[in-house]
């Protein structure tokens, strides 16, 4: 194996410039939080609440400007066939992001929640929580083994470095100062890292298109110049529109419902920043994605024969997905590629060290704490979000490893967080007189619904045979495999989350009627989501913002000294910095 001593030198370099930003960050906020009463573990969850512009606008847009973010851009835009009109990551995580602003940052913010499943307990209870906490969690955690999967294919591809070392290196380095740091060091790293990806990509651009192997793009992008190749602008087919117009929708509505979203959002220092966050950031997902875009058209537009590369485009030996490394191979000089390598890893770090951060946290504070330890102390809280980071980034350490299926299980999870998560907090921030009947009718109609239409990147046949259905034949150019899928053109992802919606909507009042006229008796409401939500005697889950009491009977019993806090442990009066936003379900409409 041939390592290249420069590119490595430069790998070091960059990596200890980000451990050692990620330790500062540490250091400089360890004691934030400490004067106004915060507990730590909040504190490594949402920071201080005080996260400003500047960082908050940086940190906000490394939600999705990732690794895939990057890497899939670019080959889509390579990809013949496909094209800029099928690179839609851009457009539809920007268009995520404006909507999040415009309607879920401010309530969630406002609110003072802790993390994104918050106010599904306080709607629906432990049990629900539990349940959602699931396609959360694989969501987070299968595409911090993408990126991570990702970052070592490039890193072998530039510098021959062993893809395993590289992955394992780069996680224990994320892992790392977001053990030690939390948010903040998440939030600082964020800074220095989307500078490197904007400055090494852009640096890399023209001395790819100044190559005499790359053809004008502004030709290629409308006409055919070389073999296997077509038109990197791309069109959609009119057999492929409503394909098309699903997966939009995926990425648009579906990349709102996210822990590493919700995150930045609850700690920004009020709810009118956490809405001009995203509004920024989206600005930013456009902006970050051009040097891609550019990269996936130079690869397009190139004769590979002219290369060091070879004859064999990429496409043709299955490496479409490596193109981004490809082009900063074999079309920059080799210092330059060194500053393309930097931005790769930079993306993939900026959002492995997030998702890590994120599925911690739900699970120290809605699961262990909130459904198992209400009596646990903040340390006890804190020392089980360190574990669970070492964890979790072990897990995505070790399933990025096993690059064959990482991607399809992220695909899959991804599906889920959209069709179960986001109708589900919709109905709970928006819709009166829903109930934990309804969410987990939700819950089940849209896993059924998703899961049966089956995924060919994890060859999980379909049970559920949508309109339009058709099997197409995938040749592995490598091996000469042939493959048969089962692709579905029918918009059944956004038919399934829309099924979530209204079953969570229809059985939620059918079961408030059923209990309320008498025709079930209230021993039935085994879930306490009806009877006992209007009982005088066991009140509302939402009173215990309001009225210092813990009425929760699925709970255990907390320690009198915990009482004021666990009164305020969904939502933290004294963070509320803006006008409360009425929810469905809240006590402000109870008492008006």
């Avoid at 913010?109 to 349940?131: E, N």
């Avoid at 083994?145 to 591809?157: R, Y």
């Avoid at 809405?275 to 996936?296: E, R």
């Avoid at 089980?384 to 299980?409: D, K």
Wanted: aromatic share 12%; proline share 4%; glycine share 8%.
């Amino acid at each position: 194996m041939n390592i290249h001593v420069e590119g490595l030198v430069a790998i070091v370099i960059f990596y200890l410039l980000i451990l050692v930003v990620g330790i500062w960050a540490a250091w400089k906020n360890k004691n934030s939080g400490v004067m106004e009463g915060t507990d730590r573990s909040e504190t490594i969850m949402v920071g201080g609440r005080d996260i400003g512009l500047f960082v908050g606008a940086f940190t906000m847009t490394a939600t999705w400007v990732g690794g895939g973010y990057i890497n899939g851009t670019a080959e889509n835009v390579y990809l013949p066939g496909y094209g800029l009109a099928w690179a839609q990551a851009p457009f539809g995580y920007a268009l995520s992001l404006v909507l999040g602003g415009l309607f879920f940052a401010k309530p969630m913010r406002s609110r003072g929640y802790v993390t994104m499943l918050d106010p599904f307990q306080l709607l629906y209870g432990k049990r629900m929580g539990g349940l959602l906490f699931i396609p959360a969690l694989m969501g987070e955690m299968f595409w911090s083994a993408a990126i991570l999967s990702a970052l070592g294919a490039t890193l072998s591809v530039i510098i021959d470095i062993d893809i395993n070392m590289s992955v394992i290196i780069s996680a224990l380095i994320a892992i790392f100062y977001t053990l030690i740091g939390g948010l903040y060091s998440v939030a600082y790293t964020d800074v220095v890292q989307l500078f490197c990806i904007f400055l090494g990509l852009w640096v890399s651009v023209p001395f790819a298109l100044s190559n005499p192997a790359v053809s004008d793009i502004g030709v290629t992008a409308v006409k055919q110049l070389h073999a296997n190749q077509t038109a990197w602008l791309g069109k959609i087919d009119s057999a492929d529109k409503w394909m098309w117009a699903d997966n939009f929708c995926l990425l648009m509505l579906g990349g709102i419902p996210w822990q590493v979203y919700f995150q930045r959002v609850l700690s920004a220092s009020s709810a009118t920043y956490a809405q001009v966050l995203s509004f920024l950031a989206a600005f930013g997902c456009i902006i970050m994605a051009i040097p891609s875009v550019l990269i996936g058209a130079i690869g397009a537009s190139t004769d590979w024969n002219q290369t060091t590369y070879g004859a064999i485009p990429p496409m043709q030996r299955d490496q479409s997905d490596m193109i981004l490394p490809i082009v900063l191979q074999h079309l920059c000089p080799p210092y330059i590629s060194f500053f393309g390598l930097g931005a790769v890893s930079a993306a993939v770090m900026s959002s492995a060290d997030s998702s890590i951060l994120s599925a911690s946290s739900m699970f120290a504070r809605n699961i262990y704490q909130l459904a198992f330890r209400q009596s646990a102390s903040d340390r006890e809280i804190v020392w089980v979000m360190r574990i669970t980071i070492f964890v979790f980034g072990g897990l995505a350490t070790a399933m990025a490893l096993l690059s064959g299926t990482v991607y399809g299980l992220w695909y899959l999870s991804s599906d889920l967080v959209y069709v179960i998560i986001f109708p589900q907090l919709i109905c709970v921030l928006f819709v009166r007189g829903t109930n934990t009947y309804g969410a987990v009718a939700g819950y089940v109609f849209g896993m059924i619904l998703r899961i049966g239409g089956g995924e060919p990147y994890l060859k999980l046949p379909p049970f559920i045979y949508y309109p339009g259905w058709t099997i197409e034949k995938k040749v592995h150019h490598v091996t000469n495999e042939v493959e048969y899928l089962v692709m579905q053109r029918f918009p059944f992802k956004t038919v399934s989350m829309l099924a979530s919606f209204l079953s969570n909507v229809a059985v939620s009042h059918l079961f408030k009627y059923l209990f309320e006229n008498g025709t079930l008796s209230a021993k039935y409401d085994f879930l306490d989501a009806v009877v006992s939500k209007h009982s005088a005697e066991i009140m509302d889950k939402t009173t215990l913002v309001n009225r210092n009491i813990i009425g929760l009977n699925e709970m255990a019993p907390v320690k009198p000294r915990l009482s004021v806090t666990l009164a305020a442990t969904f939502a933290r009066k004294e963070t509320l910095t803006e006008e409360e936003d009425s929810s469905p379900e809240s006590p402000s409409h109870e008492n008006e």
